[in-house]
């Protein structure tokens, strides 16, 4: 049924084409157009099929309707590679970040087998180990949420210059799917800690070494992550965003504080049992280690917890631009608002100030309640934690050139690699209804600024683009090294797929971790 729907979903894209060559050659003197050419349209020499809207491209960027736009239409673009069912499988299935999820969780599953099937290791399969092993897993999930380590990664993966080959840095380009160790270390853990619950419960029933007490704290922590981890399932996250957030952070707190109560309390029984005192069982336990750096990760962020200044620029009913002072923001960086930081958090891209280091802007558009209360009654402070992040668009720098692929307030996090890396040389495809009017004249300048020739697409006049389509062939025209895309879930698989299936490297955030 899934595959159906996916094979619907595209079935517009699978004519076969056999009009590249002579779109190439048409193109082949013009890598990008000039503001001359603003009055024309580039046409194929041999089907004349209107291929660029200059119109649309040019610098003298109007939401006035023109008929260059309404007759302008590409080519379709070449066929998929390879067959429906392996095409489902490599690019819908097998993304990266399920990839590693699936590398992580298999390489815990197959620890575990071992233990149970060879019988000289079937004794190493105990609550002491088991709770190690969830422990670890535990550590591993957490820092990979951790701003720091997050930030080294990036900083780290982006560091590659641009010399190097082309695959090498595709490869580390992938850097934003990290999250898929965080859910495979997360689903591991709870696997492992039902076997230690397994434990726990078999040598209650025994009598031997547990007390009550570990089992209830044990039962409540096993009942707690089994309801974080299906909670997490895409369908569940997206439809009850809100209560999915509210349990992560209460749940897994919770979480924590039991794991350091069933620490203690183990180690106060088997204290008992060797003889040793309290604070060196402790030092010898590897889980009490774990639990420290887990609650070093989570309070860390908190302690920066501040309230900003916040200046107000209204650009539309339907989007407001917040200017922040005394903050410093580079390439690729966001960072999370919010006016009750223990509920709701909102995370935005940080655009900086070209003209002033030490302050930045977000951009807010109306996608829900919360940014919908924020533009009507714009707030002059607001709350945020932590150091700002890196996001999927800081992989754009590996990247010379590099076509962005925008929709609608996807723009925002582009304006940060705009004003950001001033060095990556871009191309920018940009649908949206009304820009002009919604996002204001200073967004279309920074855009203009980073690319003059930017393909900016107004929606309401042309109605919403084949972006599969128009990406593809500015990817060819201008010699794109990849392609970034930054839009919504739908847009941003369809695109990734369409373009990855055609064997255009692309990026884009994910929506599953």
């Not at 008929?67 to 239409?73: G, L, P, S, W």
């Not at 934003?176 to 076997?195: D, K, Q, R």
């Not at 509210?246 to 897994?252: C, E, N, S, T, V």
């Not at 972006?467 to 369809?494: C, D, F, H, P, Q």
Request: a neutral charge; charged letters at 15%; proline letters at 5%.
């Amino acid at each position: 049924m899934v595959l159906q729907e996916i094979d619907e979903l595209f079935e517009e894209e699978e004519k076969t084409f056999g009009l590249y060559d002579s779109y190439a050659s048409s193109i082949s003197d013009v890598s990008v157009p000039s503001s001359r050419d603003s009055d024309s349209i580039l046409i194929d020499s041999s089907s004349q099929t209107a291929l660029v809207p200059a119109a649309v491209i040019s610098n003298n960027y109007s939401e006035e309707p023109c008929e260059a736009e309404k007759r302008v239409e590409h080519p379709t673009p070449p066929q998929k590679s390879g067959g429906r069912a392996y095409r489902n499988l490599r690019w819908t299935w097998l993304t990266p970040y399920r990839r590693l999820l699936s590398f992580v969780f298999i390489l815990n599953v197959v620890v575990i087998v071992t233990f149970a099937a060879i019988p000289t290791w079937r004794s190493r399969l105990n609550y002491s180990n088991a709770t190690t092993a969830t422990a670890i897993n535990l550590t591993v999930a957490i820092l990979m949420r951790q701003e720091y380590v997050v930030n080294l990664l990036f900083s780290s993966a982006c560091a590659v210059p641009l010399g190097a080959p082309l695959w090498l840095r595709r490869g580390f380009a992938k850097i934003y799917t990290y999250g898929g160790v965080h859910s495979g270390c997360a689903v591991s853990a709870t696997a492992w800690y039902a076997i230690s619950t397994g434990f726990i419960f078999w040598h209650l029933q025994h009598g031997t070494r547990v007390e009550a007490s570990v089992a209830g704290v044990a039962f409540t922590i096993l009942v707690l992550l089994l309801a974080m981890v299906i909670s997490s399932y895409p369908t569940l996250r997206a439809r009850y965003h809100n209560s999915f957030e509210a349990l992560h952070r209460f749940a897994g707190w919770t979480i924590i504080a039991l794991f350091w109560a069933e620490t203690m309390l183990s180690a106060v029984a088997n204290s008992r049992v060797t003889g040793l005192s309290l604070g060196q069982t402790l030092v010898h336990n590897p889980p009490f280690w774990c639990i420290i750096i887990i609650t070093c990760s989570i309070v860390l962020p908190w302690l920066r917890l501040r309230q900003l200044t916040v200046r107000p620029e209204p650009l539309s009913d339907h989007a407001v631009r917040l200017h922040i002072e005394g903050e410093r923001a580079t390439v690729g960086q966001g960072f999370r608002l919010s006016d009750q930081p223990l509920l709701e958090n909102h995370a935005f891209a940080a655009i900086a100030d070209p003209e002033q280091g030490d302050s930045f802007s977000v951009l807010v558009s109306n996608a829900g309640d919360w940014t919908k209360k924020i533009i009507q009654t714009p707030p002059d402070r607001l709350w945020t934690r932590g150091k700002l992040q890196y996001g999927a668009i800081r992989v754009a720098t590996l990247f010379q050139p590099v076509l962005v692929v925008a929709t609608g307030s996807g723009i925002a996090p582009c304006l940060s690699l705009f004003n950001g890396a001033p060095e990556t040389r871009c191309r920018v495809l940009w649908s949206a209804p009304r820009p002009l009017a919604t996002f204001g004249q200073g967004v279309i300048d920074t855009v203009r600024a980073k690319d003059a020739e930017a393909i900016i697409i107004d929606t309401k006049v042309s109605g919403r683009p084949d972006l599969v389509k128009e990406a593809y062939w500015t990817y060819k025209a201008v010699g794109a090294e990849a392609v970034v895309v930054i839009s919504n879930a739908a847009v941003t698989r369809k695109v990734i797929y369409g373009l990855e299936s055609r064997g255009v490297p692309a990026f884009a955030p994910i929506f599953d971790s």
